[in-house]
């Protein structure tokens, strides 16, 4: 048995060795304990998936489209759906995106992973926000690229960051979350999408825009994707995931004809296709019934939980953390006070039954330890309040030690 | 916008220039046309799809279930449809493999994916029947492997040609489909198997074992799978495109710990996990349904579409040609005359509405032209015997002519 192990191994490819365990994986595990109270996940809010329309569009599909939604499709994905969310670009920006651009992917993560197989050999270089999305290091990790960080701020990009990067690395990608970003809740404003299309115009670097969350917007304006000014050369990600339900596991990419051809071609080889069935169940939802109504549901309970938990952040922590206000989207980020970290504080949260993700998981290189991700979509009201208040009461009680 | 091109050409990895374009694809595209008669596809019998039973089960799931099934989930997939696939393995043969060394995926073709990111470097040798699974070619040389290849023959595989082909060079994985392979039909003996697996004992090899038609046997008993004499360094790939449904896109791997637990990380940066909604619908179906019941309806009409086939070749075809006789699956392998070419037959066959893959598709060298891939399951008894009659037409006018 040992030395099997040990042979094992040693036929293992060397991009084993470069993907990091994730943190969260194991923080997740705990979560599914149900007396532990959870601001650690990344999950919407179940009670508000459309489970009863979606029954009815699925009966309809067994019913009238049975044989086709259960067979082998193309590559690319159902053309109808295709056809959707080409028509709700268009009337949301304007933006003219033919169908034949759009491939569906296995959620938005699914894309990541075809974009570095297109992408991305050994060595080359990748841009990332600073910090970013977990999934994101993970799966571009198995391509074994070496990362780059642009520093985050307020408004979004810092844009003197972006170019020093740029000029001083040629990158191949940059990879960037411009609505309500996991894990920081920040949102690009206008002018920063401008200048940093004005920035990425000089250079020879897709931007690979991630929008899950571009739907769920509280506050605001709806803002134009970065794909509307530069659509040659930026490739953008969008998810059913947060506006839909996460376990039809349906998002898609759009890009430039050469780059979708390459992707599907990838996707083939990867799994042929993504599900049938859910793709024809999903779209005879979308035809059938309101998405917007819909969103504006997903939007009210989601800001009255993104206030809920700024008014906790105020009155229960101290006033030496900080913290973003998300417009949008299903995260706050938290900066300690310097004297805690926040591995420190998940150990003393665990004991109260409360955990959350340290934002230390989120960086490509140098973690902040000072920083914590607090998803706020999927916990009632009166136990946030009661689970922040606690929270709350360890950081004064860290800050408050002489130590 | 010329520039932006080549530019973007510029930019892909070099695994991009390594995946052969799938001609198959191709072929299928004309097949899509309703007047064009197709041998050449790989689709089950979509009459056979259990449709009302799936929407029952669906409805349940939604009913009952729906919040779980709509949620994001763990990537190992969907414990309780794991343990069935588990019970199954051990009524059937036995075998005792608990639910935690299953891992869901996007059909088995996806399993490919991830063994190919868990085990290949760029230049390592993977060992291929002569000729192969055009998917697993497509997707396996995105990892630019250098391929080799063992012969198969009647009995399935050429032991000696196996033994050989180790003993030259070492090899990582040998990628195997020992149940009425795609493209042949060919199925291993138990001799085979047996003296394949004392063979491979001797050599650090990874067996991939995939098995999407073991459950589609028409003749002689269910013999046990090569994962069953070497668990410890077989890989058992399985699916439920075949037996139930394709488009619900769900297959699983079966292997040792350690590589579960590598694939599951790879899963999870690839695609988070498999479609929840479609586990559960699935599950609900396995465990109120009697599987064996829907196998028997499948294997019994796919039998008399393969008696149907064969006499066709029979019949209608000169007898310079050679042909296997499928005991399960869903293809029939044909060797012409050595005056024809599959492409030239292709090409005459298309004027007359019908098609069939080329078996030079198949081969990862030396492709052999004279070779066809005959797919029976999709076409119905009257069209067949219309369609081969006209086919075995042609192949006997080619034979005759003069040059």
């Not at 990344?42 to 699925?58: H, M, Q, T, V």
Request: with cysteine.
């Amino acid at each position: 048995m040992k030395t099997t192990i040990r042979t094992t191994e040693t036929l293992f490819a060397d991009r084993v060795l470069h993907v990091p365990q994730s943190f969260i994986r194991e923080i997740l595990k705990v979560a599914s304990n149900p007396d532990i109270i959870s601001f650690a996940g990344g999950l919407p809010n179940p009670s508000l998936f459309p489970i009863k329309e979606l029954e009815d569009a699925a009966t309809y599909v067994f019913q009238h489209q049975g044989m086709q939604a259960l067979q082998y499709t193309s590559t690319e994905g159902y053309y109808p759906l295709r056809e959707f969310i080409s028509q709700r670009y268009r009337q949301r920006y304007g933006l003219k995106i033919p169908p034949e651009q759009i491939l569906i992917t296995n959620g938005s993560q699914q894309a990541l992973d075809l974009i570095g197989k297109i992408f991305i050999n050994p060595g080359d270089h990748v841009l990332l926000e600073r910090p970013t999305y977990l999934g994101a290091l993970q799966c571009l990790s198995m391509f074994q690229p070496k990362f780059h960080e642009v520093e985050l701020n307020a408004d979004g990009l810092d844009i003197d960051n972006l170019e020093n990067k740029l000029w001083a690395q040629s990158m191949k990608l940059f990879y960037c979350i411009p609505n309500f970003q996991n894990p920081t809740g920040t949102r690009y404003t206008k002018e920063i999408r401008e200048k940093m299309v004005e920035v990425m115009s000089r250079y020879n670097t897709f931007i690979i825009e991630d929008d899950p969350y571009g739907d769920i917007f509280f506050d605001g304006e709806d803002l134009e994707p970065l794909y509307s000014y530069m659509p040659e050369k930026t490739i953008l990600l969008g998810s059913f995931s947060k506006s839909i339900a996460p376990g039809l596991r349906l998002g898609w990419m759009v890009a430039n004809p050469e780059v979708i051809q390459k992707a599907t071609i990838m996707k083939q080889a990867s799994d042929l296709h993504s599900g049938n069935l859910t793709q024809y169940i999903l779209h005879r939802f979308l035809t059938t019934h309101s998405l917007d109504a819909h969103l504006k549901k997903i939007r009210d309970n989601y800001r009255f939980q993104r206030d809920t938990m700024m008014s906790c952040l105020k009155y229960y922590f101290p006033a030496t953390i900080t913290y973003t206000i998300p417009q949008g989207g299903m995260f706050a980020w938290v900066t300690l006070p310097a004297e805690i970290t926040a591995r420190e504080l998940l150990a003393k949260a665990l004991e109260q039954q409360i955990i959350f993700v340290p934002g230390d998981s989120f960086y490509a290189t140098n973690p902040d330890s000072q920083t914590i991700r607090l998803n706020y979509s999927n916990v009632d009201e009166a136990t946030m309040r009661k689970a922040m208040n606690v929270l709350g009461g360890i950081v004064t009680s860290m800050c408050n030690q002489p130590y």
